[in-house]
């Protein structure tokens, strides 16, 4: 028999609400494992946020942890339109008189106009267009052409070549043939010139064209205007020529004036007569007309174009400037080795000298020590409302009593307050104008530290202005040499802080080849063709009779630099010297020449190889490992992490101090506590959420018995309505036996 609403038929019993008062005693389990799994959830948030504080105070000492960080540079440039400039650590103070007196660009070829990009054929039959980027040498690209190729295929199997050029179709809406294929070299600078090596197409990229007169329609004149040039045209420049007729009459009478660009700019009206004999009209460019007399009268406005075409619509050239004095050729705008550690852009030719200023940027410096302060702040008052105790209300943070935070706490505050010794004492942050804080009372008064960090900006100023190099040190990993060709370049948490004795037993060489003679003063006694071999890449490079030393350096840099092949070539007082730019035993390559010595560069018939060498020596009389021009510590000692730069030509020694300042040493310390794989915070929360999904597994549990108790006891109600209806029908059954027989006894009587 079932309940109804919750009410038992039979008894009248509310068995929902019995049901729900047991259930409620049942659930005091659950109640109390969901308890504990929030305050698990909140301890583990408290992780979390103490985490993301932990990672923005790492971003903040990250800016300040280096010496180089307090070596960054800032530019000014007096002229931002004409150069614009940027500088890293490595540049040096003050400022440079830069003139832009060419910019580099890149070559801009096309071709003579046909009459359509997809059907005209540009080649009478089988053959090759081929053609280069750089000087002879350089890769050549060979595209097979045949009687049906047209400018759009030709385009396209340049484009697929990847040589270095980029091929385009341009219209340029003339009524006749107007579609050129123009080339366009992907790098800029004298030595990325186009060559046509061979060409079997009709098109033609190396000679200017004048092309013949169109008349405009509806011109009054019917008669023939002729084009011509003695001696071809000479203009440096693509000529859209207009005739344009301002007096109208007969041959030898009727005036016209001349747009060399279209119709931009015209000549004086009235400036040329039209005549049968040919006159130049492009100023000296060679471009020659002559109308033909048919008796045919000119009428003003009567309009002609030509084209007078050069090919070459822009040659690659270098970027030249003047710096202070000094004039340099690159083959590119944006230059990064004309002042160490600077980056010049060329933007455009300049009629001034732009100054360029370079200092150490101490302003930003100062803002980098202020956004240190802010994440510590931020840090420190987060641990301490997680991990403090509420006497008033007699509860603690989530964090309370945590080991792990206490440690944290700990360990900052000794960093923060710890210093520097210097020859003049200690030099902490309060020396700078970074000083501890107190708590406010409720009264006004001043109570105890905090922790957090206050900041006089006055007196933080004034130390980087006057006390740089001891503010780098207070907060930044420093190494600093007694020896200059020793250099410091950066150590790992685990190399201590100290002074470390270093001996260069070698010091590291390029792979370098000299000639061993000088080269002729007259130049080369025949031409010479050098073979370069550096890893699996052959280079040939041809250099003509007569060349002289510094002919010859300029052409193998120009190759070496368009290659990216690593190698430089110097003159060394009339000697040829071909070397590795980098240092050490990768470093290697070979080279022969088809020519003798005797007369030529010296390199001789004879295959010349060479290898560089690394640098080897010792750290605190531990044998230390070489690669190139830097030395570290062998990675099974605690001087692993310890990487020093000797850039001397011999054997030397040095002393190398190490120290740590604050922003290193807390980095050290962050790394502990949040290293994704063993941090401490890491560790902590992975625990709780093991700690959780147990709690959560034994919920599901109980809940699980509880639902079947549930059953169990609306099963158990149920039965017992059923038992109650059963006694209810039998004391009925026996209330009507009994009402029978009472009956039939009165009836007897």
Known sequence: MALSVGTGLISGINYEDLITRLMNVERQPITDQETRRTALQ????????????????????????????????????????????????????????????????????????????????????????????????????????????????????????QAGVTATIVNDGTPTNPYRLMLIGNDTGAAHAIAIVHNDTTLDFD???????????????????????????NGEATRNVVIEVTSAGAIGQAKFRVSLDGGVTWSARDAYTATAEAQDIAGGEDVRVAFGDNGSTLGVGDKFTIDAFNPVLQRAQDAIVRLDGITLNRSANTMTDVVPGMTLTAQKVSTTPARVSVSTDKTGM????????????????????????????????????????????????????????????????????????????????????????????????????????????????????????????SASNAVAPGSYFVYISQAATRAEIASGQVVPPAGLAQAESLTFTVGTHQYRINLDQGAKIGDIVERLNSVFQQSKVGLETVDRSGELVVRSKDYGSKQSFSVVSNRGAAGQTGIGQTLRGATGSDVAGTINGHAAVGEGQILRGASNTDLAGLRLLAAGASSTSATMTVSRGAASQALGLIEQYTNSSNGVLTLRSHGLDQSIKDINDRIQTLEDRMTAREESYRQQFTHLETILAQYQSQSEFLTNQLAQLTGQSSSSN
Do not use: C, W
């Open 42 to 161: 909140t301890q583990q948030q408290a992780y979390q946020d103490i985490n993301l504080r932990l990672n923005a105070l790492r971003d903040a000492m990250a800016q300040i942890d280096s010496a180089l960080d307090f070596s960054s540079k800032q530019t000014s440039v007096s002229d931002t339109s004409a150069l614009s400039a940027s500088a890293n650590s490595s540049a040096p103070d003050g400022s440079f008189n830069i003139d832009i007196l060419q910019l580099a660009a890149n070559e801009r070829r096309a071709s003579q106009g046909v009459a359509t990009q997809d059907s005209t054929a540009i080649a009478a039959g089988d053959g090759t267009f081929q053609f280069r980027l750089g000087p002879e040498g350089s890769a050549v690209a060979s595209i097979t052409v045949s009687a049906t190729t047209t400018l759009s295929e030709l385009r396209d199997a340049i484009n697929n070549a």
């Open 207 to 233: 000679h200017p064209v004048i092309e013949d007169a169109v008349a405009q329609a509806g011109n009054a004149y019917t008669g023939q205007l002729t084009v011509s040039s003695e001696n071809g045209y």
């Open 366 to 489: 100062a803002d980098k020590i202020n956004a240190f302060v802010t994440a510590y702040n931020a840090l420190v008052s987060d641990l301490r409302s997680q991990g403090s105790y509420d006497v008033s209300a007699q509860k603690g943070g989530p964090l309370f009593g945590d080991s792990a935070i206490r440690g944290l706490s700990t360990a900052l505050g000794d960093i923060v307050t710890s210093g520097i010794d210097t020859a003049q004492g200690k030099f902490t942050l309060a020396s700078i104008g970074i000083s501890m804080q107190r708590a406010q009372n409720a009264d006004g008064t001043s109570g105890g530290f905090d922790g957090t960090l206050g900041v006089d900006q006055t007196a933080l100023s004034q130390a980087i202005q006057n006390n740089y190099d001891q503010v780098k040190k207070l907060f930044a990993l420093v190494g600093e040499s007694d020896n200059q060709s020793v250099a410091f370049i």
